[in-house]
């Protein structure tokens, strides 16, 4: 039975693309807060070398059309209006309030930094879909002193799907990624 539950646990780590690289999730077993903060630097999208050319690209193919502004302004507003409310949403409800993450939160004595490293962000034509997906490492460390690093753990190619296959929105599609990346991260701890 025991070899089977460690069979198990290794396959969904491996699945899911866990990579512990420095502590432990033990360490994290009585921490009732989080600060909460997203970092997008160095962010790759796709097969694109950079952010930047992905956004050159997307916004010379809707320069036409006269959206391309509106492309870009969108493409940063959905971090802080999608992205960061879903995985906060979705983490928090896994605890029932027992432990709690969020911006701004000046009283957590632990920080949880979610760096995104990868996006894909997915699309769907009617006839063809593809789901988003994300790369992140997350870093839990005291806020106090950041060199004090509980966690540091990799997660590859978190799925964001949904919507019955109404997902036409790159936004919505990305920030079901973020959501399945918090609930994959909340599971780790328990």
């Given at each position: 039975m025991k070899k089977t539950l460690a069979a198990l646990l290794f396959i969904s780590a491996t699945v899911f693309g866990q990579d512990v690289s420095s502590g432990?999730?033990?360490?994290?077993?009585?921490i009732t807060e989080y600060n909460l903060v997203f970092d997008y630097t160095g962010l790759i999208v796709d097969k694109f070398k950079s952010e930047d050319d992905f956004l050159a690209d997307k916004m010379k193919k809707r320069a036409e059309k006269g959206t391309s502004e509106?492309?870009?302004?969108?493409?940063?507003?959905?971090?802080?209006?999608?992205?960061?409310?879903?995985?906060?949403?979705?983490?928090?409800k896994r605890f029932d309030g027992r432990v709690k993450a969020d911006k701004g939160?000046?009283?957590?004595?632990?920080?949880?930094?979610?760096?995104?490293?990868?996006?894909?962000?997915?699309?769907?034509?009617?006839?063809?879909?593809?789901?988003?997906k994300i790369n992140a490492?997350?870093?839990?460390f005291e806020t106090a002193n950041p060199s004090n690093i509980l966690l540091e753990v990799s997660y590859e190619?978190?799925?964001?799907?949904?919507?019955?296959?109404?997902?036409?929105?790159?936004?919505?599609?990305?920030s079901e990624a973020y959501a399945k990346l918090a609930k994959e991260f909340a599971?780790?701890?328990?």
């Amino acid at each position: 039975m025991k070899k089977t539950l460690a069979a198990l646990l290794f396959i969904s780590a491996t699945v899911f693309g866990q990579d512990v690289s420095s502590g432990s999730f033990k360490k994290l077993k009585d921490i009732t807060e989080y600060n909460l903060v997203f970092d997008y630097t160095g962010l790759i999208v796709d097969k694109f070398k950079s952010e930047d050319d992905f956004l050159a690209d997307k916004m010379k193919k809707r320069a036409e059309k006269g959206t391309s502004e509106d492309f870009k302004t969108s493409w940063f507003n959905d971090r802080q209006k999608r992205y960061e409310p879903k995985f906060i949403e979705s983490f928090n409800k896994r605890f029932d309030g027992r432990v709690k993450a969020d911006k701004g939160l000046t009283s957590a004595k632990y920080t949880m930094k979610v760096k995104t490293t990868w996006i894909h962000p997915g699309y769907n034509v009617g006839v063809s879909r593809s789901d988003a997906k994300i790369n992140a490492t997350i870093t839990v460390f005291e806020t106090a002193n950041p060199s004090n690093i509980l966690l540091e753990v990799s997660y590859e190619k978190m799925h964001g799907d949904g919507a019955f296959g109404y997902d036409f929105d790159s936004g919505y599609r990305i920030s079901e990624a973020y959501a399945k990346l918090a609930k994959e991260f909340a599971k780790d701890i328990k």
